[in-house]
């Protein structure tokens, strides 16, 4: 890294480390940032920057590598800590996320060098940067704690072509913001890689082995009929039953996807120990949630299907209530959890959904790494 550039990313990440703004954004917010003109960001009026670039176009381009801190490929949708965090970015700048998943750290690099990504996403080493001449900032504004407590890549920064462009700026801006109102302590909680216990993992493999083979051609069928990812109904299958078509509960829910018994009538399911028509209900019903919460966007809205799921439309109807009168968006699921783990303790179905949906995610992960999707093109 060289020149005035150099300097100025070194001062940010001098200052990340003190857990502290970085001065020259201490007094301006990422949802200031937006609305200025651009030269009074830069200080020139005819520069074309990554920053007008996105504003002008309506896109923002990140790129990543697959990986448990940054992003997954959850059939036809994205989800992550890395993702969700570059979203809710490019929803501050009000501009529309296009997000692509590259082969390697040096790929998606170069694609920033080039001038065809605005912002990389990426753990790569800072040699490996400098020796692109890239400047690079954290991810998280130094909040380190929040991602090694959860389990997550504590190397986890945005890199950009300029740092003086105002697209760093308005990054870090928004990076610290985020950092500062506890919305990175949220996102790090929710995709928390620590909600199953290690040792548990050699268990979980082990049903899957034994069980995945079983079933997996009926969840690819039934998911085919309602454009669903047959892992995500794995996923789901593994957390209510084990993958074991016997399965009861103390409440009479039974079989592979443990339906009551009113919604298995209600999804012409006839006898619920059967696992297929178990999956083929559990189908349905997750597909019939889903058009529910259709003004949601993915992921959320996935999130939103599994907690109605577990613990019913009108449970989570009710949650959504109480969010809104908080003065939060009901349709935002860092809003919903959030509600969902500040009161677990007083209420022991919330605590319940929490572990229903963060489990899930993790076991919809580890399949995912079993049946590697291959990384979009670019």
């Known amino acids: 890294m060289h020149s005035k550039s150099a300097k100025i990313a070194g001062r940010l990440r ?38 007008a670039h996105v504003i002008d176009s309506n896109r923002l381009t990140v790129v990543a590598v697959k990986n448990p801190s940054t992003v997954f490929n959850n059939g036809q949708n994205l989800h992550g800590f890395g993702y969700d965090l570059m979203r809710n970015y490019a929803k501050s700048l009000n501009v529309q996320l296009d997000f692509k998943v590259v082969n390697d750290n040096t790929a998606a690099l170069d694609l920033v060098a ?81 909600i199953v216990e290690p040792n548990a993992w050699d268990i979980v493999e082990r049903d899957l082995k034994a069980r995945m083979p079983i079933y997996k051609a009926s969840f690819k069928q039934e998911a085919s009929k309602y454009n669903l990812d047959w892992q995500f109904l794995a996923a789901m299958g593994y957390q209510e039953s084990y993958l074991k078509s016997d399965s009861v509960s103390p409440t009479g829910v039974r079989g592979l996807m443990m339906l009551t018994n009113s919604t298995a009538k209600a999804m012409g399911v006839t006898n619920r120990n059967d696992p297929r028509q178990s999956i083929q209900g559990g189908a349905k019903y997750l597909d019939q949630l889903l058009e529910q919460y259709d003004t949601i966007p993915y992921p959320d809205r996935a999130w939103y299907a599994l907690t109605a ?23 935002e699921w860092i809003n919903v959890y959030s509600y969902l783990q500040k009161n677990q303790n007083a209420n022991s179905k919330y605590k319940q959904a929490l572990q229903y949906v963060t489990r899930i995610r993790a076991y919809l992960e580890h399949i995912q790494q079993e049946n590697e999707p291959q990384p979009i093109e670019v």
């Open 14 to 51: 001098l200052k990340f480390k003190s857990n502290s703004l970085p001065v020259r954004l201490s007094i301006i917010t990422a949802a200031m940032l937006p609305l200025l003109p651009l030269h009074a960001l830069t200080g020139k009026k005819e520069e074309t920057t990554q920053y």
């Open 114 to 194: 080039q001038g065809k990504a605005n912002i990389a996403l990426t753990n790569a080493t800072m040699n490996d940067i400098e020796a692109k001449k890239l400047s690079f900032f954290s991810a998280t504004c130094g909040n380190f704690n929040a991602l090694s407590e959860n389990g997550l890549d504590t190397n986890i920064n945005l890199v950009v072509n300029n740092a003086e462009d105002p697209i760093a700026q308005t990054a870090t801006g928004f990076t610290c913001q985020a950092k500062n109102d506890g919305s990175i302590d949220q996102l790090a909680s929710f995709y928390n890689h620590n």
């Open 309 to 331: 799921y577990n613990m019913g439309p009108g449970a989570l109807s009710s949650i959504q209530n109480k969010v809104e009168k908080q003065g939060k968006n009901p349709e």
